[in-house]
Every structure is written in C-alpha cells, then in structure tokens.
C-alpha cells in the first residue's frame, strides 16, 4: 500500500530520534538560531521536536544522523500483560543499531495498514465528514452538583517536549465550563517512555488522554480501536479509555478542528486551495477541505519528490479532487488561490518567527476575496497573518483551530459540547 513506508520511516525515525538532538531524553528544547529567511530559520531549528510542535510535521528520516536508545522495545513487549497487549510470534522485526523490536501479529497487522484501507477494526474507509458527531463517551464522566459525590475525572496529554502546551489550560477551562471536576496533566514522554506511559493510564483511572508530537503515530500500536477520523492524517491525538474494560479507541479530531474554524459564510465547493507544507496539519486541512468540495489543492513542499507517495493516496482517496505540488522556495504566482494554508513552522514563536513562509510581493498576488489560514497559534498574529490583514485579505489563526480540536476531543470523552469561549479566553491568557 502507497502510505506503508511512509509510515514505518516515519516511526523508525522517530525512535532514533534520540540521536540526533531531535528528541533528546529530558525533552530539552534547544531553541533557535537567527537566520536571514524563514526557511533557513526552520532550517536551523531542526534539533528541537518543537520545531513541528504546532504544525504536527512529520519527522523526516533524512534529519536523522544516528540511531540510538536505551529502552529495548522488545522487551518491554514483553513484560507487559496478556490482556494489555497478547504476544504470539513474529516473523518481522524493526532493527536499528541499538534497538530491536519484534511486533507481536496484532500490531504488526495493525501497523501495516491501519491507515490505508485501515484494519479489520475499522467498519469504514470513507473520509472523515467534520460536520458528522463524534461517538459520544459512554463512560460516567458527568457533571457533578450538590445532591452528588464530586468524582474527580483524570485526564492528560502524552509528548515531549511539553512546555509549550496550552492544552491545560484549555481543557480545564472546558471541564469547568460543564461542571465537571476534572484534572488534566501534561506527562513528558519521549518515545522509549511510551510504553510505561500507556500501562499508567490504563491502571491510573485515567478517563483519556491526549497525544502530540512525536506520539501521533506509535501510539496506534496500543490502541484497541480507530475511528475514521484518522484515516487521512494518519496521527492519532484523542484516545478514550474505556472505565470498565480499560478498552482503548483513538481519535483525530484536528480535521474538525481545522473545520470549524473557517468561518460560516466561506463556500469553498469547487475553489482551489494552495497547502504550504505536508505534515500533519497540512494533512488535517487536505482533509477537511476534500469534505468541502474544493475542486482543487497545490500543495508546497521543499522537497517535491518526497511527496509522490503523498499525492498517489489522496488521488486514489479523493479522486475528484486534482492534487499537484510545487517547490515552495518558487512560489510566484497565487492568483488562483482561494484558500492558503500554512502548514508549516515557519513564523512560529521561538522558531522561525519573524518571517513568513510567503514573500510579501508574492502574498499580494492572491485574489481580492480570499482566505489565508495560518495554524500557528504562538504568536498570536505571525507575520503572514499581519501581511494579509495588510492588503486586506480575511484571515483564520491557529488558535481557533487549537481550541476546536480541545472542544471535540471533550465532546468525544463527555458526551457534550463545552464552552468554546471560555476555552478560548484560558488559551489567550496564558499564551
């Protein structure tokens, strides 16, 4: 399948990420270094796994100079309990210098397609739909009031590095906002930590958890069950933990985030939408803008050849939708751009801010009436967002983006909507 490899470079440089100051053991953010474009500054920011942390990009095996660990995965494996994770075995192992680990057959069948035509868990291979409701948490996670017991919900967010998370704030916001008591933490966790992570929250009395970078995509391995809503992103950032089996289903809800976000009056159906970059956020708005009709989308990339695989998926998956990249240091024209979407990390706060991913000369080429869309959330205005106010354009940052994906990952574990304003207004302060 088109995506497979993909995915496994993805996840084996993600374990040696280690090596190479991408993700370093106490999840040290190096920052970043002056530079005279915004690409360069991207560039030289590359040691730190902050460098996507707002725009989800994938980790290139390219960046990677070495592997190594210290946590052997296989036997971890296998300490852990029959009913957590059943082991048979493998005829296929994942080797690296200092790593070996063998994937027992559910995870390795998972591994192997879960994403493309998904696994025999998944009932449907139909694109997400934003506009449809999440399934509904069945759990007992309810409001509390005075005739009540005030139970104290535990919920938390997985990833390293974590210090520039808002998620805390957000989510505590939502739960107030509904009456439930809650708590929600941020566990640093890099990848060689994951699995002692996971065997926490199953026996902790978590009720969910969230997941980032570089999690997205090994956190699949645990999970009982995937929602649709995964299957274009291909990451995972919302898992619910059933109470009583300790069952474990994981969500996308960035798609929806990304979605709710643009505002109401904006008819996309049959526009051209211009991506810059192809990670996860890139991959969240392609698939909430395919659910829109567009009848077209030019994805930028600095490395064009890396995206055939790319494009040869969303081809086959939205095969009305015609999908083209170009190199984004070449960007010229945008006069047939309706929608432009930053999707990479360039003009995000302590890496490449300052600078925009779209030279000013080239930004004004865009048509009178459309919509740039930057999700970056920190600062609160990037360049790019300052320019197109500038010549006029309608604008959507990243923090709106930011609040819906929280605001659908608690409709996925309660059951209900929280107040978006009152999320949004925790997120702001505390920026």
């Not at 040691?47 to 070495?66: D, G, L, R």
């Not at 957590?84 to 559910?106: A, G, K, R």
Request: net charge neutral; proline share 5%; glycine share 6%.
């Amino acid at each position: 399948m088109a995506i497979n490899k993909e995915l496994y470079e993805r996840y084996k440089a993600m374990k040696a990420a280690k090596g190479a100051n991408v993700v370093t053991g106490n999840c040290a953010n190096s920052g970043s270094n002056s530079a005279s474009s915004g690409f360069k500054a991207l560039s030289s920011s590359q040691n730190s796994i902050n460098t996507y942390s707002a725009t989800e990009q994938n980790v290139q095996t390219q960046q990677i100079t070495q592997e190594t660990t210290t946590q052997n995965w296989n036997n971890t494996y296998s300490n852990m309990s029959s009913n957590q994770l059943p082991q048979s075995t493998s005829v296929e192992s994942y080797s690296s210098s200092s790593v070996s680990y063998q994937p027992n057959e559910e995870i390795k069948a998972g591994y192997s397609s879960q994403f493309v035509g998904m696994n025999e868990k998944i009932q449907t291979t139909q694109p997400y739909t934003p506009s449809e409701p999440a399934v509904p948490y069945t759990g007992n996670v309810q409001s509390t009031t005075e005739h009540q017991t005030p139970n104290v919900y535990k919920f938390a967010l997985i990833g390293c590095p974590l210090g520039h998370s808002l998620s805390e704030y957000i989510h505590l916001a939502g739960f107030e906002s509904l009456g439930i008591k809650a708590t929600y933490e941020l566990i640093e966790t890099p990848p060689e930590k994951l699995v002692d992570t996971i065997k926490y929250l199953k026996t902790s009395g978590y009720s969910g958890f969230n997941v980032t970078i570089p999690l997205k995509l090994p956190v699949t391995m645990f999970l009982d069950e995937i929602d649709p809503s995964a299957n274009t992103v291909n990451a995972i950032n919302t898992v619910m933990i059933d109470p009583q089996t300790k069952f474990l289903k994981g969500y996308n809800t960035d798609v929806a985030g990304f979605d709710r976000a643009i505002p109401k009056d904006i008819d996309l159906c049959g526009k051209v939408a211009g991506i810059l970059g192809t990670g996860g956020a890139a991959r969240a708005a392609i698939a909430s803008l395919a659910m829109r009709r567009v009848r077209g989308m030019k994805l930028y990339t600095r490395n064009v050849s890396n995206t055939i695989e790319l494009l040869n998926y969303l081809r086959k998956t939205y095969p009305q939708i015609e999908f083209n990249s170009y190199p984004i240091e070449r960007i010229r024209d945008l006069s047939d751009i309706d929608i432009l979407v930053n999707a990479t990390p360039i003009g995000m706060a302590g890496i490449s801010g300052g600078y925009s991913p779209v030279e000013e000369n080239e930004l004004r080429t865009l048509p009178a009436h459309a919509l740039v869309y930057d999700v970056i959330y920190n600062p609160k205005k990037t360049l790019l967002i300052k320019l197109a106010q500038k010549y006029h354009y309608r604008t959507v940052t990243g923090m709106d983006m930011l609040v819906y994906q929280a605001v659908e990952a608690q409709k996925i574990w309660t059951g209900r909507t929280p107040d978006f304003k009152d999320m949004k207004i925790a997120a702001l302060e505390n920026i």
